[in-house]
């Protein structure tokens, strides 16, 4: 199994409409969560942590599964600017490393 | 809003050749990372630097690699000899602890050895 693994997609999605992704991850462990977007060729930036309770910003909601291991994402009215790749990262056994998924391509269209 | 920087932006290398992409973390951050993406690959972990010491580092980063913190602001990563399959966006990342403490990335060096 994957340490971190994502739906790729690509999920194709009408602009204005509310879509949602998951991440697994593996090591019963991990202690932080969080969500990256990366658009093509740029930098990961950080879009939000993730919190046991679950947490909102603005259009963004993620929730965290710790009995299923599992973080996910939800996105309410989609703007044509969230087209990205959305990454999943969870930190490993130790303090430091971050460990990726592989990314979901949200495609959103007019 | 303070920001990792990273230069250059691109570097064109002769495989064989020995090459330093360098770093300015965000000034009041004590962690400090680096990360290779190869084209259309995921981020992959190469090393964590604390303390001005290697606190951490994947299969990835063999002796091919090494990091120093020359001052009080550059981080670098030295390449020596370099591969083909050494092709890849560089990022650099910072952050102020380690945990739940998000790590802010800089815009990547694509390094290109032909």
């Known amino acids: 199994r994957k340490e971190v693994e994502q739906d790729p997609g690509p999920f194709n999605v009408p602009e204005g409409a509310t879509v949602a992704f998951n991440c697994t991850y593996s090591?019963?462990?991990?202690?932080?969560f969080f969500w990256y977007r990366q658009d093509c060729r740029k930098e990961p930036k950080l879009l939000m942590s993730v919190y046991s309770s679950g947490n909102e910003d603005g259009r963004f909601t993620a929730q965290l599964n710790r009995a299923s291991q599992y973080i996910s994402l939800l996105i309410r009215d989609s703007k044509l600017s969230d087209s990205a790749t959305y990454l999943c990262?969870?930190?490993?056994?130790?303090?430091?490393?971050?460990?990726w998924g592989a990314g979901t391509k949200l495609i959103i269209k007019p | 809003e303070p920001e990792v920087t990273q230069t250059p932006s691109h570097q064109v290398t002769q495989m064989g050749q020995e090459v330093i992409l360098r770093c300015v973390p965000i000034s009041n951050h004590l962690y400090f990372y680096w990360y290779r993406q190869i084209l259309g690959q995921k981020v992959e972990f190469l090393v964590s630097?604390?303390?001005?010491?290697?606190?951490?580092k994947s299969e990835i980063f063999d002796d091919q690699f090494s990091v120093e913190r020359p001052d009080g602001s550059n981080f670098t990563l030295k390449i020596r000899s370099t591969k083909l399959e050494d092709s890849a966006m560089y990022f650099c990342?910072?952050?102020?602890?380690?945990?739940?403490?998000?790590?802010?990335f800089g815009d990547g060096t694509r390094l290109s050895i032909l």
């Open positions: 990262v969870v930190t490993g056994g130790s303090n430091y490393q971050l460990i």
């Open positions: 630097f604390y303390n001005n010491e290697i606190s951490e």
């Open positions: 090591n019963s462990a991990s202690q932080s």
């Open positions: 990342a910072s952050s102020p602890g380690t945990r739940s403490q998000p790590q802010h």
